[in-house]
T-cell receptor, first 114, second 115 residues
Framework: AQSVAQPEDQVNVAEGNPLTVKCTYSVSGNPYLFWYVQYPNRGLQFLLK??????LVKGSYGFEAEFNKSQTSFHLKKPSALVSDSALYFC????????????FGPGTRLSVLP | KAGVTQTPRYLIKTRGQQVTLSCSPISGHRSVSWYQQTPGQGLQFLFE???????NKGNFPGRFSGRQFSNSRSEMNVSTLELGDSALYLC??????????????FGPGTRLLVL
């Protein structure tokens, strides 16, 4: 069975500082991995994904994530946080193969303080 | 290109009623998935449709059902509503649901309140 853990419910960071939002996963085989962001009263917006190849994935709004197979992690990072990055972040995994569904983590609320 | 649209955006129903939500995917997308989002349970997968066929189903009771039309638009129906069905229902579409075209794009959601 697939599962995703986001060990931190809340992450606080000062504006201009680097940020990390953690994600670990459990899935058989090689996964597809995703990060989404949700702003208040809105649907999820796609940030980035890992399919194959380079373990460092660059995405929207200056975010990047590093796939670490040995640690089964896919942490989201940004070198310099903005107040506007404050939102709810979801990590998701999907097994390879036809007809596999997405499993989302519980979400991490990021607060960037001015 | 227009994004995923969901109608209605807000809905208030009473227990025992039924409700139908609609989702129009991005043009060219053939896979539509539905999710329920609640503060307590987070994002939970309901079902996925691809080319008018249900391809996957989450762990929800039979009161939750859906269908997809030939133009890829999808509807989900909840019968005999319960208070616990109050949630944000999100629809997501993707090209084919496999491989590098895997990315799901979400609509703004329909917020359902059951009284």
């Amino acid at each position: 069975a697939q599962s995703v853990a986001q060990p931190e419910d809340q992450v606080n960071v000062a504006e201009g500082n680097p940020l990390t939002v953690k994600c670990t996963y459990s899935v058989s085989g090689n996964p597809y991995l995703f990060w989404y962001v949700q702003y208040p009263n809105r649907g999820l917006q796609f940030l980035l994904k890992y399919i194959t190849g380079d373990n460092l994935v660059k995405g929207s709004y200056g975010f990047e994530a590093e796939f670490n197979k040995s640690q089964t992690s896919f942490h989201l990072k940004k070198p310099s946080a903005l107040v506007s990055d404050s939102a709810l972040y979801f990590c998701a995994v999907r097994s390879r193969g036809y007809g596999q569904n997405f499993v989302f983590g519980p979400g991490t609320r990021l607060s960037v303080l001015p | 290109k227009a994004g995923v649209t969901q109608t209605p955006r807000y809905l208030i129903k009473t227990r025992g009623q039924q409700v139908t939500l609609s989702c129009s995917p991005i043009s060219g997308h053939r896979s539509v998935s539905w999710y329920q989002q609640t503060p307590g349970q987070g994002l939970q997968f309901l079902f996925e449709y691809f080319s008018e066929t249900q391809r996957n189903k989450g762990n929800f009771p039979g009161r939750f059902s859906g269908r997809q039309f030939s133009n890829s638009r999808s509807e989900m129906n909840v019968s005999t509503l319960e208070l616990g069905d109050s949630a944000l229902y999100l629809c997501a579409s993707s090209v084919a649901g496999t491989g590098v075209r895997e990315t799901q794009y979400f609509g703004p959601g329909t917020r359902l309140l059951v009284l």
